[in-house]
């Protein structure tokens, strides 16, 4: 009953982090979006600079939660592979 466990839980694990990859690529569109509409509004005077970059700081933030949450799939993706006896590659 054990290994039925651990191989359900390993499974939701994968599921959940690759649910985790794709809330991380929506946040890093999203701010990508509100980047290019901060440097429209900076180039016609609406909105000071700092707010521009922010939002540059922003972009570079999700970009490394996607590229961490990645790597995080990918290695549950190999925990998996060992805990059913699969080889890696």
Avoid: H
């Avoid at 191989?7 to 599921?15: D, E, G, M, R």
């Avoid at 690529?25 to 429209?40: D, F, Y």
């Avoid at 005077?45 to 540059?56: C, E, T």
């Amino acid at each position: 009953m054990n290994i039925i466990y651990n191989v359900t839980a390993a499974y939701y694990n994968i599921y959940r982090l690759t649910r985790n990859v794709e809330i991380a690529q929506e946040r890093l569109k999203n701010s990508e979006e509100s980047l290019r509409i901060a440097q429209l509004k900076a180039k016609t005077g609406r909105i000071p600079i700092g707010d521009v970059l922010i939002s540059r700081v922003d972009v570079a933030t999700n970009k490394g939660n996607l590229s961490e949450a990645i790597a995080s799939l990918q290695r549950s993706k190999d925990d998996f592979k060992q805990l059913i006896g699969l080889r890696l590659d």
